[in-house]
């Protein structure tokens, strides 16, 4: 959904200007991360988790656990202590829209 | 595996090529102008292409790539040691254009002019270009390690460009009798992918222990410790003892002359190792491109900036990748795909006018010692002025000792990623 959302943004800007920019904010940067493992738009093809149906504050909260290591993890433990509170707000925020 | 082409196909469009530049003057072609050029389609280049239009889908965006099929690196080791075939590890560009219309040229690009914003292709026509990205990797470098040269390749792979020299390697190894051994040769650090020839020895170990039980492998390090030295340790004591064996520099393991026709490797206090098969992998530097269009330090790697990854020396060009002096981030694919998106952002911001942003990168980089035996190292990263840095507390090593659960749960988890990253990169 981070693709479609953008997509359709930039669309609509594309009609006015070819370099107008879609949405390139602090969350959708912070979120196009995780597309490498959980895969683009965070829907997984493979053996890791698929995490675009999850709503934001299930992400938030199992980031926040992760990060605590009060939830288990082979390495999202590790990952979740590069992000700020404010950080894994945003790029939260990104998944789950409209579902 | 989809676009493969025969060789008379090959020729029959070099014929195609040939009669329209004979019909079409170049100078058509030479006012040609799109938003952004895109040069190499690998790891870094292909995200960047797909992103950039996935951000702005209303941009011209070309992607120059002398490849009309990709081989990607990781998962190389896997074709290696017989788990993979080398059509498991290619991918074609028909995606990228069909889906996200990205235009894609497979031509070597063989000059950059930074100052008139245009990239000349090897059929002479040029495309010139608001704003570029490169992307093309590492070079070997044939004047590093005497002996070991372009030609000599041919005879000891180095293997770390994945593609036809993959598949000579493994042919290398399947011709080997039982009891020779497999010499590895990787070089000091800056190279591509750290861990990558550790994984290499522990995979063809893999396949030895099956197939030529009395052959071990034979790692000759031009550095003392290396990336995941612990656990990779851990594990051949596990899995492979009296099969793989390290030598460090510091133990004469630095080889510094090469012959291919003589089939050794010196050390350098002299000492000569033959073996059934010699993977030397060399010293490296930025892809061609980058270099000759002045990009480049006197090491042959590119400063750029730490938020944007445009050139310090061609601000309209940005440098990511292998090629790319990305502070502390290792130069793996995951680094260049994390970077790829962070410079479509910003390259994209720019042509709208807007400020840049600095966002954060992340890398895992798996290694697989057995189908079943997985680690990683980790990092989350920040672009500071000074400098791309890892942040404090985050990251680290799968942990030392765990159980046969853990090591399967990330060797699972290095597939999930091998097919989440080349959907990320080729959709
Ligand atoms: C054995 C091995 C295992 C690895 N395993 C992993 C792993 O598990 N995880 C990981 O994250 N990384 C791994 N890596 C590292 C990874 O392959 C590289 O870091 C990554 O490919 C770098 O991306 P790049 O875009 O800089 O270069 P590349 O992916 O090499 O792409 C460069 C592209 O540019 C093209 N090109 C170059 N010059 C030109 C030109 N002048 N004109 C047109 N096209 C050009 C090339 O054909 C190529 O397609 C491994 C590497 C090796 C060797």
């Given at each position: 959904?981070i ?20 949405d390139?904010?602090k ?5 196009l ?12 093809p ?12 299930e ?12 939830r ?9 202590k ?15 829209r409209?579902r | 595996m ?11 469009v ?22 952004v ?8 280049g ?15 965006v ?11 690196c ?6 290696l ?23 894609v ?5 063989v000059a950059?002019?930074a100052a008139?914003?245009?990239v000349r292709?090897?059929?002479?026509s040029?495309?010139?270009f608001?704003?570029?990205v ?6 070997m ?20 460009k ?15 009798a ?8 990787p070089?000091a650090?800056?190279f ?19 197939h ?12 003392d410790?290396?990336s995941?030295?612990?656990?990779f340790?851990?594990a051949?004591?596990?899995?492979y003892?009296?099969i ?15 012959s291919a026709?003589e089939?050794?490797?010196?050390t350098a206090?002299g ?10 992998i ?7 491109i980058?270099?000759d ?20 020396l ?9 090629a ?6 290792p ?14 952002a ?13 966002g954060?990168?992340a890398?895992?980089?798996y290694?697989?010692?057995?189908p ?32 046969p659960?853990v ?7 290095a597939?999930g ?11």
């Open positions: 959904m693709r479609n959302a953008m997509a359709a943004a930039g669309l609509l800007v594309a009609v006015a200007s070819p370099a107008a920019a879609g390139t904010s969350g959708v940067i912070l979120a991360s995780c597309a490498a493992c959980h895969g683009p738009d965070g829907a997984s493979g053996s890791i988790p698929a995490i675009d149906r999850l709503k934001p504050s992400i938030e909260a199992a980031l926040k656990a992760f990060r605590a290591d009060t288990p993890a082979t390495v999202m433990g590790r990952i979740a590069g992000y700020s509170d404010a950080e894994i707000g945003l790029l939260s925020g990104q998944f789950g409209g | 989809a676009g493969s082409l025969s060789r008379r196909d090959l020729g029959r070099g014929a195609a090529i040939a009669a329209s530049a004979a019909l079409g003057p170049v100078r058509a072609n030479a006012a040609r102008k799109v938003d050029v895109v040069i190499g389609g690998g790891f870094g292909a995200t960047a292409a797909r992103y950039l239009k996935q951000f702005a889908p209303g941009l011209s070309v992607l120059v790539e002398q490849n009309r099929v990709f081989h990607t990781p998962f190389s080791n896997l074709v040691g017989g788990l993979r075939r080398l059509a498991d590890i290619a991918y074609t560009y028909d995606r990228l254009s069909d889906r996200f219309g990205v235009e040229v497979h031509q070597r690009a950059l002019n008139n914003r245009t292709l090897a059929d002479g040029d495309i010139g608001e704003k570029a490169l992307s093309p990797g590492v070079d470098r044939w004047d590093a390690l005497p002996g070991y040269d372009e030609a000599a390749s041919e005879e000891m792979p180095h293997a770390w994945a593609g036809p020299q993959t598949a000579l390697l493994r042919r290398q190894l399947e011709a080997m039982d009891g020779e051994t497999v010499v590895i040769a070089p650090n800056p591509r992918c750290p861990p990558g020839p550790y994984e290499r020895a522990s995979l063809i170990a893999h396949w030895l222990k099956q030529r039980p009395k052959s071990k492998v034979l790692i000759l390090d031009a550095k410790g290396f995941k030295q612990a656990l340790m851990q051949w004591t596990r899995l003892p009296g793989v064996e390290h030598v460090p520099a510091r133990d004469d393991g630095r080889i510094v002359n090469v026709s089939r050794w490797v010196e206090f000492t000569r190792h033959s073996g059934g098969v010699i993977n030397v060399p010293p490296q530097w930025a892809g061609a980058a270099r269009a002045g990009l480049a330090n006197a090491d042959g790697w590119c400063p750029v900036d730490p938020t944007t990854f445009a050139s310090d061609a601000p309209d060009i940005h440098v990511i990748g292998d790319a002096i990305a502070g502390q981030m130069k793996s694919g995951f680094s260049a795909n994390s970077q790829g998106k962070v410079a479509a910003n390259i994209v911001r720019a042509l709208a006018g807007e400020a840049p942003i600095s954060s990168f890398n895992t980089c290694s697989l010692v057995a079943d035996y997985g680690i990683s190292v980790a990092k989350v990263y920040r672009s500071t002025p000074g400098g791309i840095i890892g942040i404090d507390g985050s990251g680290g090593l799968s942990p030392m000792d765990a159980g659960e090591r399967a749960h990330e060797a699972a988890f597939e990623w091998y097919a989440s990253i080349t959907g990320d990169m080729f959709g």
